[in-house]
């Protein structure tokens, strides 16, 4: 079995690294909200175009959806705009896609499926035989009933999994 990695790409930038991630930049918990606390996590945030315009971070975000085994979307939009920017323009390899839409209509969550489908580029249908019966699922998950918390918390298995599921 593969090494186990969890990769997590905000497009939009963050409003400050986790003291972990970069310890002078890093902010603590509970850090004051101040003048300039305020303006330098302002910085750090990039608008659609901002994002679109700097070629070298699209092209390493498409080559990452490509290549995920697993992609999430905790507390996403799926907004079209946001969706383009995802779009590798090749089969992505992921073997399982989840998100969260909370509260969202059952037909709403319909079409966003219909939005990610061709930015996946792949069958995500599933067939297995249970009894008598052949069982085909979708492993193109969006939970309306789930915050991202608990996403990823039901699904934390399928998320840190790595490796070849035919057990080969």
């Not at 970069?22 to 910085?43: I, K, Y």
Request: net charge neutral.
């Amino acid at each position: 079995m593969g090494s186990k990695m969890l990769r997590i790409i905000h497009p939009y930038g963050t409003i400050a690294s986790l003291p972990w991630q970069d310890n002078s930049r890093g902010l603590p918990f509970g850090f004051p909200t101040n003048r300039p606390n305020l303006l330098m996590m302002a910085s750090q945030i990039k608008t659609f175009t901002e994002r679109v315009e700097d070629a070298d971070a699209l092209l390493a975000l498409k080559k990452e959806i490509a290549e995920a085994n697993v992609l999430m979307f905790p507390g996403f939009s799926y907004h079209e705009l946001n969706l383009r920017i995802l779009d590798p323009g090749c089969e992505c390899a992921a073997r399982d896609v989840f998100g969260t839409a909370f509260k969202i209509s059952d037909h709403n969550v319909e079409e966003i499926k219909d939005q990610l489908r061709p930015i996946i580029r792949r069958s995500l249908a599933e067939s297995r035989i249970r009894g008598a019966a052949e069982v085909v699922t979708e492993r193109l998950q969006i939970r309306t009933d789930l915050r991202c918390a608990e996403l990823l918390q039901e699904y934390s298995r399928s998320l840190f999994y790595s490796g070849d599921r035919s057990g080969s």
